[in-house]
């Protein structure tokens, strides 16, 4: 029914850029939050960046400045364009959208791996 697929994920050296995509269907993408988490090996999952519905976002301090994400509502896709890449980066990274008014409604992607190395 309601379904999220990632896509971007791969292999970069330290420095380098990664553009990962989800595109949504079964949902109204327009009114739901849309967010990034990231889960490396033997951590717990971390929100990466969310975006509203009105296109407020948020970022953790570790992507600060280095990460964007972004929102094309006609393509029901969010994208995370990641720069400056660096091997703490490494991680399956998921898509996850959030109901608005009901927060405990979610759902997720599959996950796409990351995996900065040289």
């Known amino acids: 029914q309601v379904h999220l697929v990632e896509a971007g994920g791969g292999l970069v050296q330290p420095g380098g850029s990664l553009r990962l995509s989800c595109t949504a269907s079964?949902?109204?993408?327009?009114?739901?939050?849309m967010n990034w988490y990231r889960q490396a090996p033997g951590k717990q999952r971390e929100l990466v960046a969310g975006?509203?519905?009105?296109?407020?976002?948020n970022y953790a301090d570790s992507v600060k400045g280095r990460f964007t994400i972004a929102r094309d509502n006609a393509k029901k896709t969010v994208f995370l364009q990641m720069n400056s890449l660096k091997p703490e980066d490494t991680a399956v990274y998921y898509c996850?959208?959030?109901?608005?008014?009901?927060?405990?409604?979610?759902?997720w992607g599959q996950g796409t791996q990351v995996t900065v190395s040289s």
């Open positions: 975006i509203s519905p009105g296109s407020i976002t």
């Open positions: 996850n959208a959030r109901g608005v008014h009901i927060t405990t409604l979610s759902y």
């Open positions: 079964g949902i109204i993408f327009s009114g739901w939050d």
